[in-house]
């Protein structure tokens, strides 16, 4: 089993670059591919970004492609989540979710997920 535990969200200006951080635990968290969703207001939950149980393997939404970095280390059990030029469409509730070894950008594939850190981006 898998615990997570987001944190760095908060509120930033448009064009402002925020870091969040996905804290795992469970002595499994290394076989557990790690992914980054968000939901806005009366929005569906969106994938963002994920990163396979190596690290080795990163997926972007396209519209995040250049724009934000995934990366983990899994001595910390750790997931970061590097976003740069925030926009206010950005705002929203970023989750951590961990499923299995491979990543997917389908929230439907995740077994476990955090609480939830609050980006709010400001024009």
């Known amino acids: 089993q898998v615990q997570l535990v987001e944190s760095g969200g908060g509120l930033v200006q448009a064009g402002d670059s925020l870091r969040l951080s996905c804290a795992a635990s469970g002595r499994t968290f290394s076989n557990y591919a790690v992914g980054w969703f968000r939901q806005a207001p009366g929005k569906e939950r969106e994938f963002v970004a994920a990163?396979?149980?190596?690290?080795?393997?990163?997926n972007y939404a396209d519209s995040e492609k250049g724009k934000c970095t995934i990366a983990r280390d899994n001595d910390q059990k750790m997931v970061y989540l590097q976003m740069n030029s925030l926009k206010p469409e950005d705002t929203a509730v970023y989750y951590c979710?961990?499923?299995?070894?491979?990543?997917?950008?389908?929230?439907?594939?995740?077994?476990?997920w955090g609480q939830g850190t609050q980006v709010t981006v400001s024009s």
């Open positions: 979710a961990a499923k299995y070894l491979t990543s997917s950008n389908d929230a439907g594939d995740y077994r476990y």
């Open positions: 990163t396979d149980w190596s690290g080795r393997v990163a």
